[in-house]
């Protein structure tokens, strides 16, 4: 079965979380500099079957487009010109910046660690992916 790749765009950085074979467990991948996202993923689509990729939908609280929104649609637009055999799947993405950053809390890393803005990017796809996961089943 082909995998399922959720990408937290960011304008400087970009963290991207993989499930497994089955589609069972999201995992975070990597972060990576943004510039250099779409050589990542014609490298890594290469490797791997994927089926389909989460782009997160940034909201606003009262459900309107944030700030950022015209910057991400603009790459979910550029992603499917450049992989259309791809199906994009857009999710809120709302909250998952503080959810990452709690369960980085939670897992008991030091404050140094918790600065790594790259980790949070990372782990902040996985919740997108995740909660895309459970919300199939």
């Known amino acids: 079965m082909p995998r399922i790749l959720s990408i937290d765009y960011g304008q ?16 975070g ?3 990576i500099p943004t ?5 990542f993923l014609k490298d890594y689509f ?15 609280m009262n459900g309107q ?14 992603f499917s010109n450049v992989f259309p055999d791809i199906k994009v799947i857009r ?10 950053f709690q369960t980085m809390i939670d897992s008991g890393l030091s404050k140094k660690q ?3 803005k790259g980790l949070i990017d990372e782990i902040s796809a996985t919740i997108l992916l ?8």
């Open 65 to 78: 487009p944030s700030e950022s929104a015209s910057v991400i649609n603009g790459f979910a637009t550029h």
């Open 29 to 31: 991948l990597t972060t």
């Open 35 to 39: 510039h250099t996202l779409v050589d």
């Open 91 to 100: 999710v809120d993405e709302r909250f998952t910046s503080k959810m990452a």
């Open 130 to 137: 995740q909660d895309y996961l459970s919300s199939k089943k």
């Open 12 to 27: 400087k950085r970009t963290g991207i979380a993989v499930t497994d074979e089955m589609q069972i467990i999201a995992s």
């Open 46 to 60: 290469a490797k791997e079957k994927v089926e389909a990729v989460l782009i997160g939908e940034p909201k606003q």
């Open 114 to 116: 918790r600065q790594n």
